[in-house]
């Protein structure tokens, strides 16, 4: 198992050619800075980092009921949730978590396509050793980051992620199956936060929770004393743009070509037209 993983920084940019060197076509990730406005757009799913600070955790008294564990082996087995069982893993665990519970929307490419045919019904553990036994996605992850030291929990038997007094971390939010689902490689089991109101776009749903979570981790301290980033992992703007392009150059070609056979008729026919 490869146990050199690196810290990656909390950037778009970096984050959209890592999603490119696992060989995934037609993805970008992007920052959301406006909690507040609607986010516009397909949205195949978030990637939160926030500080964890076991202190405002223990006021907040979070149970297990009140998070809507998903306890059903068969349920959670049948989505990609992996437990992080590498030091540093969880911004790919992120990524992972986002696009491989999207293959029908997007082309994962060979690497991911072979991780989820071989983990295919595989426990959370072991989806999670597989990711770790997998160099081209340790590769990859270590490409982009920086040499620092870790400075993420760790999940190990026997040890909690809670005895660290402050850390970083990413978890990712994705729907499924009409349901908006919590993704933390630190945690036993996926979250379901439950389908949204009636007619409500599921990043909708996804504002309300992450809103009503910030709130709680500040602990009734001001807002703005949490620390945290939120990106988005959307369709490529590129291909989105040369399609625009293709379909603005089709209409003028046919608008051209409506303007040359006009131009062709008689004079008191053109004043029919």
């Known amino acids: 198992m490869n146990k050199g993983w ?4 909390s950037d778009p940019g970096l984050f959209t050619l890592l999603v490119e060197d696992f060989g995934v076509k037609g993805v970008q990730v992007e920052e959301i800075y406006d909690l507040q406005k609607t986010i516009e757009g397909p949205v195949y799913g978030f990637i939160f980092l926030f500080r964890w600070i076991e202190e405002r ?3 907040r008294k979070v149970t297990q009921e009140e998070e809507s564990f998903v306890v059903d082996d068969e349920i959670t087995n049948s989505i990609f949730f992996a437990h992080q069982v590498i030091p540093n ?3 790919t665990h992120a990524l992972l978590s986002v696009l491989l519970n999207c293959e029908n929307k997007i082309r994962l490419g060979d690497i991911l396509t072979r991780l989820k045919h071989f983990t295919r019904s595989m426990n959370p553990e072991d989806k999670g050793l597989a990711i770790g036994n997998m160099p081209d996605l340790a590769k990859a992850h270590n490409s982009h980051a920086r040499p620092e030291p870790c400075r993420l929990p760790e999940k190990q038997q026997g040890i909690s992620a809670g005895r660290i007094q402050e850390a970083f971390h990413y978890v990712s939010y994705v729907p499924i199956n009409g349901h908006l689902f919590e993704l933390d490689g630190l945690k036993p089991h996926p979250i379901d936060h439950g389908p949204g109101r009636d007619q409500e776009d599921w990043t909708e749903t996804f504002r309300r929770v992450i809103t009503e979570r910030l709130g ?7 807002y703005h004393d949490i620390r945290f980033n939120l990106m988005a992992v959307v369709p490529d703007r590129r291909q989105q743009y040369e399609q625009k392009l293709i379909k603005l150059k089709t209409n003028r070609r046919i ?3 409506a303007l040359q056979q006009v131009s062709n008729k008689p004079f008191w026919l053109c004043d029919l037209i």
């Open 255 to 257: 608008v051209l070509e």
């Open 89 to 91: 893993s969880c911004a």
């Open 216 to 222: 709680m981790a500040t602990g009734g301290e001001p």
């Open 6 to 9: 690196l810290e990656l920084e």
């Open 57 to 59: 955790r223990s006021r």
